[in-house]
């Protein structure tokens, strides 16, 4: 059974900063690119991060220098810390785990929420 699980979503102020986990389980992790998506209310699900199975990683312009994929394969979970938050990184953020194989199924998590707001 796989599951793939957010969490550490929340209510920040601009300025402020969180850190996003994504669990996995019943998958080999190390097999798996990681991403991250988020979805604004109303909104498109679009690209935010990155993390290839050998640690390359890449981010969307809007998040670049202010957030950071990371993973630990030993804990079979990715990371995504989040900087100088502003009201418009509001959204649901969603973690994507897609084989580095084919067919290159894709896992998807339920969602974290986060909200930036004063």
């Known amino acids: 059974q796989v599951q793939v699980v957010e969490s550490g979503g929340g209510l920040v102020q601009p300025g402020g900063s969180l850190k996003l986990s994504c669990a996995a389980s019943g998958i080999l992790f190390r097999n798996y690119i990681v991403r991250w998506y988020r979805q604004a209310s109303g909104g498109q699900r679009d690209f935010v991060a990155g993390i290839s199975s050998d640690i390359l990683r890449n981010y969307a312009d809007s998040v670049k220098g202010r957030f950071t994929i990371s993973r630990d394969n030993a804990k079979t979970t990715a990371y995504l810390t989040m900087d100088s938050l502003r009201p418009d990184d509001t959204a649901v953020y969603y973690c994507?785990?897609?084989?580095?194989?084919?067919?290159?199924?894709?896992?998807w998590g339920q969602g974290t929420q986060v909200t930036v707001s004063s």
């Open positions: 994507a785990l897609i084989q580095i194989s084919l067919p290159n199924k894709t896992y």
